[in-house]
């Protein structure tokens, strides 16, 4: 994530550019590896689609880097658990992050510094902030969909990594390195269309933790 003053403000203006949305500093999202059963604790890499696979979150910049990656958790692990258990979460949380918002869909909590899509928009304000809200979100969806189609060893086009978990999850940080110096000395894309398969649809976050809501609405009365 980034801390220097000139960084932050190039991110901020390039996420305002895409959706004229202020403030953001990352979008955020999870995807689904496939990976072999494994031969240890097997039934907690089930995810929803009923295959094996570790569940990996990543925050994305308005140029579909990866600014902070996420990969350890088995494909069972819900996305707000993997959120409330990361560290750029308690860096939200104790503030050694202390501007900026992050953008996710609703399988995340709405916090002051992470703010939700409006599910069922009620006015033209809440569908204006839904409308840049999910221009902005598609772009994380669009990252690991290229990444996927740069690296295709961990697209379900691949087949299935062959390895332990922990050597999985290995593969996915190197391949997201390889992925930030692609798009970093600017190397042509791939003819697909970026569609991420590891996406399972999504698990709504249906706990108590959604102090943002205020937060959220200031900012659609006075922006949108």
């Known amino acids: 994530m980034p801390t220097d003053p000139v960084e932050l403000q190039s991110v901020l203006q390039r996420f305002y550019n895409v959706a004229n949305f202020p403030n953001i500093v990352g979008a955020i999202d999870g995807t689904h590896i496939r990976i072999r059963s494994p031969s240890v604790d097997e039934h907690i890499y089930v995810n929803r689609k009923n295959y094996h696979s570790v569940n990996v ?33 308690e860096m939200f949380e104790n503030r050694t992050i202390g501007h900026g918002w992050l953008l996710g869909d609703s399988g995340y909590p709405l916090r002051p510094w992470l703010l939700t899509s409006v599910l069922n928009p009620e006015t033209r304000h809440q569908q204006g902030y839904k409308e840049a809200h999910m221009k902005i979100r598609s772009i994380v969806e669009r990252s690991f969909g290229l990444l996927k189609s740069r690296f295709r060893c961990i697209d379900t086009s691949g087949g299935t990594l062959l390895y332990t978990p922990k050597r999985c999850c290995d593969i996915v940080i190197s391949v997201v390195i390889l992925h930030n110096m692609c798009i970093s000395h600017s190397l042509p894309l791939p003819a697909d269309n970026f569609e991420d398969r590891g996406r399972l649809g999504r698990q709504h976050y249906n706990s108590n933790l959604n102090d943002g809501a205020d937060v959220r609405q200031r900012l659609i009365n006075g922006k949108f």
Do not use: E, L, R, Y
Request: charge should be negative; glycine fraction near 10%.
């Open 57 to 89: 979150q990543g925050v994305c910049d308005s140029d579909m880097k990866f600014m902070n990656i996420v990969a350890k958790w088995p494909g069972g692990t819900h996305d707000a658990f993997i959120w409330a258990n990361s560290n750029i979460s």
